[in-house]
């Protein structure tokens, strides 16, 4: 025990970061912990695999990266969110979002879902190219959606270390998109990947697009200084699974395959690292098992958010 103690620190601000909560429980957590069915999802599905996992660490950083290359998109962040003043409190109901959604009993699932879509009718508004843009335009809806699920996908692949089903976790994840409004969201690998590309000729990048991505790789005082070293080596890995076209966008340059091989071993080695500390399964999810009635699979490779 006395060599566990030291790690404390690091198990806590880790929690802290994605829950906001030191334990890792807050209310919201908590919750999927009350009776009730086994939610949207069968427990160990692929959707349980890749948003229980750590390579979401990467994922999501990924998936705000694409978002900003997207005018529309980056004008309603810009606008209407408070992620320069607040970037930890986003992250987090981000999180709280997608675990509830994934783990959380229907009920539970559907009352997220809503919050979200009350929160969609007020994003409205004029971006910096002079187009007006909705929170709730299907065509807006999808690229947000796309970009989501590519990038945890991607980032699973690369870093989660046990195979994943692709074709079932899109399946799965277009579920939650059609409760958001997303229409006819892909339901394949390959559909994923036509949908993403469909958007080539609406992205742009630009000064507010370049000056998201630095913030998102360099968020600096939002994060505790113990976060920074570790959050470097997620940022470099995201960023290097983006698309060549989109990183130019972002100003993001394309580094030589050597550094991206080096940053992967890193990244593979920090997850590594943080597994043990943090235990096998979250909270959430080991919650999410006991309500199911089932005991969480042995065998497991970079859990836990």
Avoid at 70 to 85: I, K
Avoid at 106 to 123: D, F, G, N, Y
Avoid at 161 to 185: N, S, T, W
């Amino acid at each position: 025990m006395d060599r566990v103690q030291p790690l404390e620190p690091v198990r806590t601000t880790f929690r802290r970061i994605l829950s906001g909560d030191d334990a890792g429980r807050p209310p919201w957590v908590e919750a999927l912990a009350g009776p009730g069915d086994h939610g949207l999802f069968t427990p160990g599905s692929a959707i349980w695999q890749v948003n229980g996992s750590l390579a979401t660490l990467v994922g999501g950083i990924r998936a705000l990266l694409l978002q900003a290359c997207h005018p529309l998109a980056l004008a309603g962040v810009e606008q209407h969110s408070s992620y320069r003043d607040d970037p930890l409190g986003r992250l987090q109901r981000t999180n709280m979002f997608v675990t509830t959604t994934t783990f959380g009993q229907t009920p539970l699932a559907e009352q997220a879902i809503e919050r979200v879509k009350t929160v969609h009718r007020s994003v409205v508004g004029t971006a910096n190219n002079g187009h007006t843009y909705s929170a709730q335009d299907p065509r807006l809806l999808l690229w947000v959606h796309v970009g989501l699920v590519d990038s945890m996908l991607v980032a699973a692949q690369h870093y989660h270390r046990e195979p994943i089903d692709a074709d079932e976790y899109v399946q799965q994840m277009a579920v939650v998109g059609l409760a958001l409004g997303v229409l006819r969201p892909p339901m394949s690998e390959t559909a994923l990947k036509e949908s993403l590309d469909s958007f080539s000729g609406e992205l742009s990048g630009g000064h507010d697009a370049q000056e998201v991505a630095q913030f998102l790789q360099s968020p600096g005082k939002a994060l505790p200084i113990g976060a920074w070293a570790p959050y470097a080596v997620l940022s470099r890995a995201a960023a290097d699974l983006l698309p060549p076209s989109t990183g130019a966008l972002l100003g993001v340059p394309h580094r030589k395959t050597v550094h991206q091989a080096a940053n992967r071993a890193a990244c593979r080695a920090l997850l590594g690292t943080l597994q043990p500390i943090l235990g096998r399964y979250s909270q959430a999810t080991l919650l999410s098992y006991q309500r199911c009635g089932l005991t969480p699979p042995l065998k497991s490779g970079n859990q836990q958010t």
